[in-house]
């Protein structure tokens, strides 16, 4: 079983749906990160958050401790929301390595 | 803007060749980082380097070496003895404390033919 476990694996929906993400974990961690890979392979990061919820223009990422469990939404998706998004963290046992889901891939119809 | 700065975006080597793969920063990050990116996998951890002339192996070294002579540039040679080198290479930077999370840069897709 993976330490990092995304869902769905794809997910198709129309433009100006509500969009959700799943990530569980089965390590201890300090940080989770949501990350966002375009076709052309570039990664950006969109959070690291350790605890409770954050939010970034129409996206939000909430992370439960107790529940090993992360969320990612993205409200009223857009065409160019299509990307795969990956769920990674940082362990409490190694400083510098992160254990990456194997992410979702996201695409938003007109 | 700061950034990371990877090149080149794709890459065509012979089989038995090595090759570098450049990655330069200019984000005064004291952390670098090499993963290889297979097809439906996640990123895998190649090498990573918390201060200059100071380098660790990652899951999956072999096959690569890496140096940090500067802060700014941390290159990645894929080695004839790496197998299967065809992949998708990204280098990333941190800071020390990584508190601010990580910067990626756009990638090098290899292609060993």
């Known amino acids: 079983k993976n330490e990092v476990e995304q869902s769905p694996q794809n997910l198709t929906a129309q433009e100006g749906e509500f969009i959700t993400i799943n990530c569980s974990y089965s390590?201890?961690?300090?940080?989770l990160h949501w990350l966002q890979q375009h076709p052309g392979g570039g990664i950006v990061s969109l959070f690291m958050?350790?605890?409770?919820?954050k939010k970034h223009g129409r996206l939000i990422a909430t992370i439960n401790i107790q529940e090993k469990h992360s969320s990612l939404h993205i409200t009223a998706s857009h065409p160019r929301d299509s990307a795969v998004y990956i769920c990674?963290?940082?362990?409490?046992?190694?400083?510098?390595?992160?254990?990456w889901g194997a992410g979702t891939k996201l695409i938003i119809k007109p | 803007d700061g950034g990371i700065t990877q090149s080149p975006k794709y890459l065509f080597r012979k089989e038995g060749q090595n090759v570098t793969l450049s990655c330069e920063q200019n984000?005064?990050?004291?952390?670098m980082y090499w993963y290889r990116q297979d097809p439906g996998q996640g990123l895998r951890l190649i090498y990573y380097s918390q201060i200059v002339n100071d380098f660790q192996k990652g899951d999956i070294a072999e096959g690569y070496s890496v140096s940090r002579e500067k802060k700014e540039s941390f290159p990645l040679t894929v080695t004839s003895a790496q197998k299967n080198p065809t992949a998708f290479y990204l280098c990333?930077?941190?800071?020390?404390?990584?508190?601010?999370?990580?910067?990626f840069g756009s990638g090098t897709r290899l292609t060993v033919v």
């Open positions: 958050l350790s605890s409770g919820k």
């Open positions: 990333a930077s941190s800071n020390r404390q990584r508190s601010y999370g990580y910067t």
């Open positions: 984000l005064n990050h004291d952390a």
């Open positions: 390590v201890g961690i300090s940080a």
């Open positions: 990674a963290v940082s362990t409490v046992d190694s400083n510098y390595q992160l254990i």
